[in-house]
């Protein structure tokens, strides 16, 4: 059995649980691979793919070129860069693992925090040798809007709770009693980016989200409010956001996903003013790497003995 471990960037697969049960050959690879030919030449020879979360897409021309390949391993239980539909053409079987269901709420929180308190450019500043250039955006008494309800942003609205801030949800099948449970105030979707002081994204990306935040959305926010997504890129109308924080129409965002990964070198959103940039740490974490890969062997084990877990069809 070879299997190919995918984008690896920080080179810790390997150390992260015990492969060796597995008897097999192992490569990782630490650089992302975006050309389809050159990605299909160095993964032809494998059986196993293990993908890191959506870094790379597995789309039906891709499976169609990899005859080889039997399983499909991706972090998490849900990965929308996967045709699950095409690997189950091609008699691939497609796994899942767990994750840490703390690890983007608290990521969430780290650029809340640095983008109304100016962390980024008040480090820059001291380390010029200079001192107290910005005015912090107090957060208690405040409003925090949540875009999607579930349960990455329950969790990150039972945080604002405990910061003072007043709650506010908006999702399109968020019932009332789902909200008044949870202590938050559901809303229009309008009345949500008006209100708010901070609008937090947690919303699963498919065709009827992409763009479900554009330039109506972003004009109804306040000029002293913020925008921060953690949830997938193309959600937010990448161009629309990019005008308002040029324009100053929005004091800010926080940004940890965006429409291509890895962001190009020289993608205009890298320079971007009011801007605090992470790349795509939500699910990024010591305690959350151990469970993807400690599951990853868990899964080619089982499937190697004709009893696969975490199975993931076709929707």
Not at 28 to 33: A, E, N, R, V
Not at 70 to 85: F, K, Q, Y
Not at 261 to 280: D, I, Q
Request: glycine fraction near 10%; charge should be negative; include cysteine.
């Amino acid at each position: 059995m070879r299997i190919a471990i995918l984008d690896d960037y920080q080179q810790v697969a390997l150390s992260c649980t015990d492969w060796r049960p597995l008897h097999a050959e192992i490569v990782t690879f630490s650089s992302h691979i975006a050309d389809t030919g050159d990605l299909v030449a160095e993964l032809r020879p494998f059986d196993v793919i293990v993908a890191m979360r959506e870094r790379t897409p597995f789309t039906a021309e891709r499976i169609a070129l990899l005859p080889n390949l039997r399983l499909l391993v991706t972090t998490g239980m849900r990965n929308a860069s996967i045709d699950v539909a095409a690997c189950a053409a091609a008699g691939v079987t497609v796994c899942g693992t767990g994750g840490s269901p703390g690890a983007t709420p608290e990521l969430t929180w780290a650029l809340i925090l640095a983008v109304t308190r100016h962390v980024a450019e008040e480090d820059a500043a001291i380390r010029r040798g200079g001192w107290q250039h910005t005015i912090g955006y107090g957060l208690r008494g405040r409003t925090l809007g949540v875009v999607g309800f579930g349960n990455i942003g329950r969790a990150v609205a039972r945080i604002g709770q405990a910061f003072g801030m007043d709650v506010i949800a908006w999702s399109k099948h968020l019932r009332d009693e789902t909200a008044v449970t949870a202590g938050v105030t559901a809303v229009g979707k309008e009345e949500l980016f008006t209100l708010a002081d901070v609008v937090t994204v947690h919303y699963k990306l498919s065709e009827r989200s992409t763009g479900l935040i554009g330039a109506r959305e972003l004009d109804l926010m306040k000029p002293t409010a913020f925008l921060v997504n953690t949830s997938r890129g193309p959600i937010v109308d990448q161009d629309a956001l990019l005008a308002a924080l040029e324009a100053g129409d929005i004091a800010g965002a926080g940004l940890d996903v965006y429409d291509e990964e890895p962001l190009p070198a020289g993608h205009p959103l890298r320079s971007a003013p009011r801007a605090v940039l992470t790349p795509h740490l939500g699910y990024v974490t010591d305690d959350g790497y151990r469970i993807f890969y400690t599951e990853a062997v868990e899964d080619i084990a089982a499937f190697a003995a004709s009893r696969p877990v975490r199975v993931i069809e076709p929707a």
